[in-house]
Nanobody, 115 residues
Framework: QVQFVESGGGLVQPGGSLRLSCLASGFGFNFIRMSWYRQAPGKERELVAVISSNRDERNYADAVKGRFTISRDNAKNTLYLQMDNLKPDDTAVYYC????????WGQGTQVIVSS
């Protein structure tokens, strides 16, 4: 059974940083292109960042480019998102999943950027 457990969210002031983690299980994580997504209140879920299985390709949404860094540890079946210089518009629930064709969604982790 595919499962994602996201963690690391919280309340942070503008300009602050957070590091999100996602422990994946139930599929061949090492061989799968993975993504972080987010959903802000009242908005549709959107793609934030993508990383290839061997980490040689990473792509970001324009809104987070230069501030967020996606990474992965295939030995630990874990995906990460380092978020720096956070802005109020980054407030959302963050999810990890397979890129392009997502599996079932996990519970996500809430990020609130506010002073």
């Amino acid at each position: 059974q595919v499962q994602f457990v996201e963690s690391g969210g919280g309340l942070v002031q503008p300009g602050g940083s957070l590091r999100l983690s996602c422990l994946a299980s139930g599929f061949g994580f090492n061989f799968i292109r993975m993504s972080w997504y987010r959903q802000a209140p009242g908005k549709e879920r959107e793609l934030v960042a993508v990383i290839s299985s061997n980490r040689d390709e990473r792509n970001y949404a324009d809104a987070v480019k230069g501030r967020f860094t996606i990474s992965r540890d295939n030995a630990k079946n874990t995906l990460y998102l380092q978020m720096d210089n956070l802005k109020p518009d980054d407030t959302a629930v963050y999810y990890c999943n397979r890129a392009v064709i997502p599996f079932n969604w996990g519970q996500g982790t809430q990020v609130i950027v506010s002073s």
